[in-house]
């Protein structure tokens, strides 16, 4: 589903990929089919519970499951300081409702821990190909340091965040290469972003390096037992949710379906899964189509669906070519109830550049929209002003904001016990992790995909709510 799951191959060696697919890839990075619960009726697919559609199992669930309630970050800007003593000099902070900060008695230092600081590093795709393809998660993670650096005098056992920040070039052996140096200089990895994150997986683990990333894309790097992401990832998943949601209130157009995808990395792989998916949820196709990125011209496609009569139009690809599309249907004069895409048009350019084309498309998602309001979310877009002055938030630093919350919210937890060991074996317990609100609930230590989302259409060139705002979780089943 939506994952900042990027639908690209699982990279080994250097990247061979040409901007136009590191870019889709970069696009394609919310959502497509990774998890790993195959349950397809209605049940939520980290409790086993049965979860009706329209419920959103991350606002009724203060400090159990996500500690943290609906905004409060560890130790909060509001909570009293207090914790057990710590022998190294300060004390722990309390963390949010229903999470008892670990006394620091014992605190031991380590690898890249001093009496002073915990180091951190991130390694994220700065270079390459796109400039700047995922600077967002690390100017996120740096806003999270100076965030909690500057609201928690005591840190963590008496000790602050030192944030390292490496460019992993969009390239498996750059990711390989930040990996070797982190090993051997910071305490943990937070918030690292990479299209090619296999290079570093094993030397990761083999370090025992706990990695708290944005997001995994890759296999390999979900197989690493030492590393999380924010965002989960598992193999040929899909959300029932979206086919539910589209089956129920668009039951004619879901029997007359087209499937379209941009022919790129591991976008058809994903095509393929959801698909599969859709039509075991009672979805109907007639046409299924790859696009090579460098077509031109989609006119044919779309002349295509209007002779077979297709009612119900769904694309995966960057919002470049999403907005391609949606000029060619707009051209050719069909009108198709429903035009569905993925997160990747999330993005204001998809609005600017698409103009009236654009004008009714639907998108799923699984984070709280830039748009709105929310404690957690607001306080990401007020600290990335502080590091990154002019920078535009994005659901890549939504999700690198929550992995940098879950690494210092654990890291409290365990106090004096805490080591790289400790740490990683911590995040398996996390299941159904909203960051504070900031995003759907995530099974992070089940490395499974997430199955709840919400709708937005454009409307008015805005991104508007479909319907209710909160999450449809209807469990997820594999498409293949």
């Not at 290469?177 to 690292?192: D, I, N, P, R, W």
């Not at 998943?237 to 029997?255: G, T």
């Not at 600290?383 to 879950?406: D, M, Y």
């Not at 997430?450 to 409307?459: A, D, G, M, N, T």
């Amino acid at each position: 589903m939506v994952v900042l799951a990027l639908a690209i191959p699982a990279a080994c060696g250097g990247s061979q990929r040409t901007p136009e697919e590191v870019k889709a890839a970069n696009d394609k990075l919310n959502g497509s089919i990774n998890g790993g619960n195959s349950n397809g009726n209605g049940v939520d697919p980290v409790t086993g519970d049965p979860v009706d559609p329209g419920t959103d199992p991350g606002t009724n669930d203060p400090g159990t499951t996500d500690p943290g309630g609906t905004g409060n970050t560890p130790g909060g800007t509001g909570n009293t300081p207090g914790g057990t003593g710590n022998p190294g000099g300060g004390g722990n902070q309390p963390i949010a409702p229903g999470v008892k900060a670990g006394s620091c008695d014992g605190f031991k230092n380590g690898q890249g821990i001093s009496d002073s600081t915990i180091k951190i590093g991130n390694s994220s795709d700065i270079s390459g190909p796109v400039p700047g393809l995922f600077e967002a998660a690390q100017q996120a993670t740096k806003a999270y340091v100076k965030y909690f650096n500057t609201t928690q005098p005591n840190g963590i056992c008496g000790r602050k965040l030192e944030l390292t920040n490496l460019d992993s070039r969009t390239d498996a052996g750059a990711d390989q290469a930040s990996y070797q140096k982190l090993c051997e200089s910071v305490f943990a990895a937070v918030g690292s972003m990479s299209a090619f994150d296999s290079g570093g997986a094993q030397t990761a683990e083999n370090c025992g390096l706990p990695d708290m990333r944005t997001a995994v894309v890759t296999a390999t790097r979900n197989s690493c037992k030492t590393c999380f992401g924010a965002q989960p990832t598992g193999p040929y998943e899909f959300s029932n949710a979206v086919p539910d949601f589209i089956v129920k209130n668009y039951k004619a157009a879901s029997q007359k379906a087209a499937f379209l995808y941009l022919n790129a990395g591991a976008a058809a792989e994903n095509a393929k899964a959801q698909q599969k998916v859709e039509e075991k949820r009672g979805m109907k196709f007639l046409y299924t189509q790859g696009i090579d990125v460098a077509t031109a011209s989609y006119a044919p496609y779309v002349q295509k669906m209007k002779s077979l009569g297709v009612e119900y139009v769904q694309f995966i690809g960057a919002y470049q070519q999403s907005v391609t599309l949606a000029k060619a249907i707009q051209a050719g004069g069909f009108k198709p109830q429903v035009r569905l895409y993925d997160p990747s048009v999330y993005d204001v350019n998809f609005l600017k550049t698409g103009g009236s084309a654009v004008e009714g498309v639907f998108m799923f998602i699984n984070f709280t929209p830039l748009e709105e309001s929310q404690p957690e979310l607001n306080l990401y877009k007020q600290w990335l002003q502080q590091v990154a002055p002019g920078a535009n938030p994005t659901f890549f630093g939504e999700f690198a904001w929550s992995a940098a919350k879950l690494f210092v919210q654990n890291s409290i937890a365990l106090g004096g016990k805490l080591n790289r060991s400790t740490l990683a074996k911590s995040f398996t317990s996390v299941h159904k992790w909203t960051g504070g609100g900031m995003h759907g609930p995530m099974d992070v230590g089940g490395k499974h995909s997430p199955s709840c989302v919400r709708f937005l259409q454009v409307k008015g060139g805005k991104f508007v709510p479909l319907g209710s705002t909160k999450y449809m979780c209807n469990g997820s089943s594999v498409g293949r």
